[in-house]
């Protein structure tokens, strides 16, 4: 669990642990703010997607935190290093990518030392490489408010004083920016990423002082500062500047030498515009906007190795939610939409009329690509099933999005795809709404499930220490079984399941799992235990070793 600090308590220096808690209140925070923060942005696109975009870094930096502490226990080095490097990583947006920097800058700060002094430093750091690198900054934004909390504690102080100056000089900075921006005083709001940075600082300062930051009074003249989301206007309707531009956002992972970066970015520069290149140590976040999202992606092979590359069409993407109202003929009464591991389970879903969307290892998809597919399943009412305990969030995100379509939409919290095949099987399109979704979700709800995985690295698992190589059973999510053994692993997990109860068991084998697993298994219940089915899927590539659901 993260620390909780008592209201009156103020931390002397800033461990691993408040770091832990910072990380947690700082998405939180952005949490609650995220739909405010996506209404008004304006600048440097009005796609409405900044608050989405911090959340889903923040999100990242924050499960990056809570791996290290799974593995191990942490000091604040290892700690402030796998929140800017989980940042990096999950990076999304222009506002992402520099959330990303400004906390990569903080950390290399903050891994020397952890007191008030240190903090003030941190934060000086974080907006000097937040502004390195963009490439053409523009004052009004981001930049101007992390520039504003830097100068405000300069000086130093206790971690208190300092988060408490720095956060009070970015809300002061952040009233400022629709004067010094002339979209952001038309559209008559304040700078969406600012609001974002003030929310983290706010987090920051809870996290120090022991208590939550004052929401501020919106300023006269209507412009909303820090919290005061009920003066938060919708973005404007009219053409607007920071709206004409590049037709294309390309994001990507890139790893390359710092020299090959030099040259991406003059040619990246020379490409489009809203440019930001962070990270270092050979590994990099890439964000520009383009007419040649191509050329874009092939100057990033020219420098090293992209992956993980998003292009997003701005224009396509805005008439997304139009062509979802009026829709391209009549509508389909009801879909499903479904999150899946590997090619075969998606075959599965989408032979039983699911519309599915890929997860791959290490790259679960964003709360973009869910509301694309509830676009695509072309519903009035659509059950969306994550089938991840770890996509909760990004597909409740998705779901307010495309509700505020006008798109009827269902989220069943399934944690696993064994709980999404059990709802799959019992949907039915004619029932009404909210009876085929209470149908689905009892039964996902009454199948258990289990998966298997093998172990990367040792490490302390609530079963015992792991080692690498080590094959772990997981039950609901906890290590259950250590073994040496994929079979035997298994067998033991499935007994430790049935042994609650069951009437159907449900193995979803992958690609490299031994062939003959899967039938030793369906043996294994048909001798222990007379009145359990089995049932065999095949997850194809991309999929976990194994995934049992007993239900």
């Known amino acids: 669990m993260s620390r909780a600090l008592h209201s009156d308590e103020e931390l002397v220096e800033l461990d691993a642990e408040a770091v832990r808690t910072w990380c947690a209140r700082a998405l939180d925070a952005l949490g609650r703010e995220r739909e405010e923060i996506d209404a008004i942005n304006v600048y440097p696109v009005a796609d409405g997607d900044t608050g989405t975009n911090l959340y889903l ?8 935190v809570e791996a290290v502490f799974a593995a191990s226990v942490p000091d604040t080095a290892e ?29 290399a700060v903050l891994a020397e030392g952890r007191d008030g002094d240190h903090l003030a430093r941190a934060l000086a750091e974080a907006a000097t490489a937040a502004r390195r ?19 405000g504690c300069a000086g130093g102080g206790t971690l208190a004083e300092v988060a408490a100056r720095a956060h009070e000089a970015a809300g002061n900075a952040l009233a400022a920016t629709p004067g010094q921006l002339d979209v952001l005083g ?43 989301l009920r003066a938060v206007p919708a973005a404007p309707e009219g053409p607007c500047e920071g709206e004409a531009g590049p037709a294309y956002e390309v994001i990507y992972l890139l790893e390359a030498e710092d020299a090959a970066v030099e040259l991406l970015r003059a040619r990246l520069d020379a490409l489009g515009d809203s440019l930001v290149v962070v990270g270092g140590d050979g590994l990099w976040n890439v964000h520009v906007h383009v007419d040649d999202a191509g050329a874009a992606v092939e100057a990033g092979v020219e420098a090293g190795r992209p992956h993980r590359i998003r292009v997003t069409h701005f224009a396509s993407d805005a008439a997304a939610g139009a062509r979802a109202a009026a829709g391209r003929g009549e509508r389909a009464p009801r879909a499903v939409v479904a999150v899946v591991p590997g090619e075969g389970l998606a075959g599965l879903c989408a032979e039983a009329g699911a519309t599915t969307v890929r997860s791959r290892p290490g790259e679960p998809p964003a709360a973009d690509e869910l509301v694309e597919a509830i676009r695509r399943a072309h519903a009035r009412e659509v059950v969306l099933l994550p089938n991840d305990t770890d996509l909760r969030r990004t597909a409740a995100a998705a779901a307010e999005r495309a509700r505020a379509e006008g798109i009827r939409v269902a989220l069943i919290p399934t944690r696993a795809a064994v709980q999404g095949i059990a709802a799959l099987a019992v949907h039915e399109p004619d029932r009404r709404f909210d009876e085929d979704v209470v149908a689905m979700t009892a039964a996902a709800g009454a199948t258990r499930y289990a998966e298997l995985a093998v172990a990367e690295r040792q490490s302390f698992t609530s079963a015992g220490v792991c080692q690498a190589g080590d094959v772990l059973g997981l039950i609901e999510g906890d290590v259950a079984v250590i073994g040496k053994d994929l079979t035997e692993t298994a067998r033991t997990v499935l007994d430790r399941m049935l042994s609650a109860g069951g009437e159907l068991v449900t193995l979803v084998v992958a690609d490299g799992t031994p062939p003959g697993l899967a039938p030793d298994l369906e043996r294994h219940v048909r001798r222990g235990y007379l009145a359990v089915d089995t049932t065999t899927y095949h997850a194809g590539a991309g999929a976990p070793p194994l995934l049992i659901g007993v239900e």
Do not use: C, F, K, W
């Not at 870094?57 to 990056?64: I, P, V």
């Not at 490439?135 to 504003?148: F, K």
């Not at 709001?189 to 009074?217: H, I, K, N, S, Y």
């Open 133 to 151: 690198a963009v490439a053409h900054p523009v004052e009004g934004t981001v930049l101007t408010v992390a520039a504003a909390a830097a100068d």
């Open 186 to 228: 038309r559209a008559g709001v304040v700078d969406a990423g600012g609001r974002g940075l003030v929310a983290v600082l706010g987090a920051l300062l809870e996290t120090v002082g022991g208590r939550a930051p004052e929401r501020a009074e919106p300023p006269r003249g209507g412009v909303p500062l820090l919290g005061d």
């Open 79 to 107: 700690t402030v290093r796998a929140m800017a490097h989980g940042a990096l990583l999950g990076a999304r947006g222009n506002s992402g990518t520099i959330l990303a920097q400004l906390l990569r800058g903080m950390a």
């Open 57 to 64: 870094t923040a999100e990242a930096a924050h499960q990056a």
